[in-house]
């Protein structure tokens, strides 16, 4: 009978065989990594299981080492599984006020634990779904209006920089060579969870939008890039995928579920793009943009779930399908993650914010005893807004550089420190620094140090830390990490007053 350590060897030897022989393709290098994890009940894969890899995969060890060890999902040699909770990030901390943290982390800071129940194929169909990819199957021709709508109904991308839909797209076609589409569904900021709410509800609203993008674009395979541990979503991306090849709606468009190797750099899309290829997931200087030189030097279109979501609005006239959230077929109702000391923290679609304390509202008010102290707005790259700004209306924030980015708010009530939250959320930022540039590598863990040091805060070194970030990181999460800081003195200086 083999002793433990032999049968775990065994069976990675079987995983590393199962998932060679499935596809031994150097993209699918992480890929081969997490399932390779998965077969061993979340440990890691070996130094010998990657050295076999990388044989196979005709890599150098130190290029398959590389990968193995810029992805903390792959836990690559661990000992003990790859943990998913408990992250102590700063809504467990805020909530429950322990280092350690004891929040169920997979993006549920909302507190949602229930098994999703999306709706499936059929369901979606008899709403009226498919319908606008119907159109464009029977009539090829009407890619041009239908891409034209888009132009006109002015949608926008939804990961926070509002880039306009339609000009990507053209961008993309422009190139001639065929274009790839990728469905951005890392979602690794801070406490954002709208889009697993989007795929827990109406996967095939995502679906659809992607195959119709591919459609007008002409592109011939489509990438679900979804986090790593969102592991419900994959089930039910996964189950999407097959109803549409199932019905014949492809047309030799290749559809294809990537995980995220869970680091919220995956997100930034020449990283995304750099970990489909199967390398690590580090930012590369732009342009070129994706949209002329991405995956594979193709032209690339990648946008958020919830831009893909609502792309059916510009369509609305040919078909929309009831949609569980209807309000998001209105281009002003933000689709807010609130939480932190509220009532009912959740997924919050709000038309026409006017001032930030109504998200209080939207999230069932505060919890018992709990004063407004303030909240954390625009997840991880955000910043952190004061009790009395919070009642100024949001116009006037935004006028004053606010930015509501991917939509994130934490609550936060008048007892808890401020300066507490900062460095909390500046130790999330050092953490997720990918570290290939050195103004974002060193500057988020000065600033992660100087926040957590006791005494008066060294506000010259926090202003010198965001002037290097801004101007200098590569990629925007050194560069929003530094405006963060910008920010923060005065707001710290005011508490202390
Ligand atoms: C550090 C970092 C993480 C990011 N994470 C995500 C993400 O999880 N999901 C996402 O859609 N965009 C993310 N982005 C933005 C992407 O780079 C890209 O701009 C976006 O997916 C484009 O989508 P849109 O056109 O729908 O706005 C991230 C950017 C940075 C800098
Ligand atoms: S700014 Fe930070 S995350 Fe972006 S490339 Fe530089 S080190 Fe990596």
């Not at 634990?113 to 999306?118: A, H, K, V, W, Y």
């Not at 304390?357 to 625009?378: F, H, K, P, Q, T």
Request: hydrophobic share 40%; net charge neutral.
């Amino acid at each position: 009978m083999p002793n433990a350590p032999d049968l775990m060897q065994q069976v990675e030897n079987m995983a590393v065989a199962a998932a060679l022989e499935r596809d031994a393709d150097r993209g699918r290098l992480l890929e081969i990594l997490l399932e390779v994890r998965d077969a061993k009940g979340g440990v890691g894969i070996s130094k010998q299981g990657l050295m076999q890899v990388a044989e196979r995969l005709h890599l150098f060890p130190a290029e398959a080492y590389e990968v193995a060890t810029a992805f903390p999902a792959v836990n690559y040699a661990a000992a003990a599984p790859y943990a998913t909770e408990r992250c102590g990030d700063l809504v467990c901390a805020l909530m429950h006020g322990t280092d350690a943290g004891v929040g169920v982390c997979r993006n549920r800071c909302d507190g949602a634990r229930t098994e999703p129940d999306p709706r499936g194929f059929a369901a979606y169909r008899a709403a009226g779904g498919y319908q606008v990819l119907d159109r464009l199957r029977a009539y090829p021709g009407e890619r041009t209006s239908l891409l034209e709508r888009i132009a006109t109904h002015q949608a926008v991308g939804r990961a926070g920089v509002g880039f306009p839909v339609a000009e990507k797209w053209r961008q993309a076609m422009a190139v001639g060579r065929t274009p790839v589409i990728i469905v951005n569904g890392d979602e690794g900021e801070l406490a954002v969870f709208k889009d697993r709410f989007i795929l827990e509800s109406d996967p095939h609203g995502v679906v659809e939008a992607a195959l119709v993008a591919a459609r007008i674009t002409s592109a011939d395979k489509i990438f679900f890039y979804v986090r790593d541990d969102y592991a419900p979503i994959h089930a039910i991306v996964r189950r999407a995928m097959k109803d549409v090849v199932e019905a014949g709606f492809t047309d030799g468009i290749t559809l294809e579920l990537r995980r995220s190797g869970g680091a919220f750099i995956c997100g930034e899309e020449t990283a995304l793009i750099a970990s489909l290829e199967g390398r690590p997931a580090r930012p590369v200087e732009r342009p070129p943009f994706p949209t002329t030189r991405g995956y594979l030097g193709r032209p690339t279109i990648l946008h958020n779930v919830e831009t893909y979501f609502r792309l059916r609005a510009a369509w609305s006239t040919i078909s929309t399908p009831e949609v569980p959230v209807s309000s998001l077929l209105d281009a002003g109702v933000v689709l807010f993650s609130v939480s932190g000391r509220v009532q009912a923290p959740g997924p919050k679609p709000v038309r026409d914010l006017a001032r930030l304390s109504d998200l209080v509202e939207a999230a069932g008010g505060l919890v018992g005893g709990v004063e407004l102290g303030g909240m954390v707005i625009g997840g991880s790259s955000g910043t952190i807004v004061s009790a009395a700004d919070c009642q100024r209306p949001l116009a006037d924030l935004k006028r004053e550089g606010l930015r509501l980015g991917t939509g994130g708010a934490i609550v936060f009530g008048a007892d808890d420190d401020r300066r507490v939250i900062a460095s909390r959320m500046a130790a999330y930022l050092a953490r997720e620094s990918c570290g290939q540039c050195g103004p974002c590598r060193v500057g988020t863990g000065k600033a992660r140090d100087v926040l957590a040091a006791p005494g008066t805060l060294d506000t010259a070194l926090i202003e010198d830390l965001s002037t290097v970030m801004t101007e200098a990181s590569l990629c925007a999460l050194g560069r929003n990490a530094g405006r963060f800081l910008s920010r923060l003195s005065p707001l710290l200086a005011s508490q202390d007053a």
